[in-house]
């Protein structure tokens, strides 16, 4: 079992399955299996008539999660709907889901519990290991790649627009004066003796130095705001008339990509906004599961306009 799988909890899981609003029998998919905590919960609300298709590029995630399912069709027997799990981003889900067939479709964005406490993922600065960050380790540029062979001015970049730090070229100058650097506590030392005077100023929440560098570094890697803009541009075609959407996100470039796609599509009259304002997970779930403090929960409706 991988680091993480076993107190692994799913953030806003009731307010997910609510907004959803699964359907016994209908078709379900999930753009990030994780874990799988949102995707059972989902698959035994379906019954035996019911159709799921799940969507992770960590290879590791889709097999503790094809575990999850294995598991839970021996418990259900005849109750369990048919399933499917793609290897694949979910940017893909339009090669492989035929327009107007789903009930329902959900997103929860981020890193899982799994990728955070694996430390030979590179995720998270709270444990040594390599720069890796990759959430599919078999493709694509690793962190270490990306903070030894990148200009200054492109480090700077990338820190100031996917982790929003106005810092953004101090660090960059001091990780191109600390090269080569291999792991993720180098990285975090750096990061933290270049930013010394953060620690005097007053009013403000202090998070760790590497925090919005190493979200930053992520993003870029895996390339996340693209996939993310992708899923929500074929969304509105993959879903029936009644048909829910349901994202979760852990931080403002998410949420607003989420916000601007929704209100969006409310304006062209092809989705229904179903919350508000969004849906944040109560004191007790954030004493629980801390993680859940960031998350935010939007979600809407297909209406029965057709697209362009």
């Known amino acids: ?26 078709t379900y998919a999930d753009a990030t299996l994780g874990l799988g905590g949102h995707a059972t919960a989902v698959a035994r609300e379906l019954g035996g008539e019911g159709r799921f ?18 598991a839970l069709s021996e418990e259900l027997g005849g109750r369990m709907p048919q399933w499917q799990l793609h290897g ?17 479709l959900l997103a929860d964005f981020g890193v899982s519990s799994m990728q955070l406490d694996s430390a030979h993922r590179g995720f998270s600065f709270q444990a040594d290991g390599p720069l890796d960050m990759r ?31 106005r810092r953004s070229r101090r660090f960059a100058r001091a990780i191109v ?11 975090a030392k750096v990061l933290s003796a270049a930013a010394p005077a953060m620690k005097s100023e007053r009013g403000r929440h202090h998070l760790h130095p590497a925090t919005r560098i190493f979200q930053a570094l992520r993003i870029y890697v895996n390339a ?27 931080h403002s470039l998410e949420d607003r990509l989420a916000k601007d796609a929704l209100r969006e599509g409310a304006r062209q009259g092809i989705f229904e906004v179903l919350t508000r304002k969004p849906v944040t997970a109560s004191e007790e779930e954030t004493d629980r599961n801390p993680r859940a403090r960031s ?13 362009e």
């Open 88 to 104: 694949e981003p979910f940017s893909a889900m339009s090669r492989d889901i035929a327009e107007g067939s789903l009930d329902g």
């Open 177 to 187: 004066r600390a090269r080569p650097i291999k792991t993720t506590a180098q990285l």
């Open 224 to 250: 996340e705001l693209d996939e993310i803009k992708a899923l929500l541009q074929a969304a509105p075609r993959l879903l029936k008339p009644g048909g829910r959407l349901v994202v979760i996100s852990f």
């Open 295 to 307: 998350a935010k929960l939007r979600a809407a409706e297909r209406t029965g306009k057709q697209l």
């Open 135 to 165: 959430m599919d380790p078999r493709r694509g540029a690793t962190a270490e790649q990306v903070v030894n062979q990148a200009d200054e001015k492109v480090l700077a970049d990338l820190i100031y627009e996917f982790g929003e730090e």
């Open 53 to 70: 298709i799940g969507f992770d590029r960590d290879p590791d995630a889709l097999e503790l999660a094809r575990g999850r399912f294995q």
């Open 1 to 26: 079992m991988a680091p993480g799988s076993e107190r692994h909890v799913p953030v806003l899981l009731q307010d997910a399955i609510r907004y959803l609003n699964v359907r016994p029998g209908g």
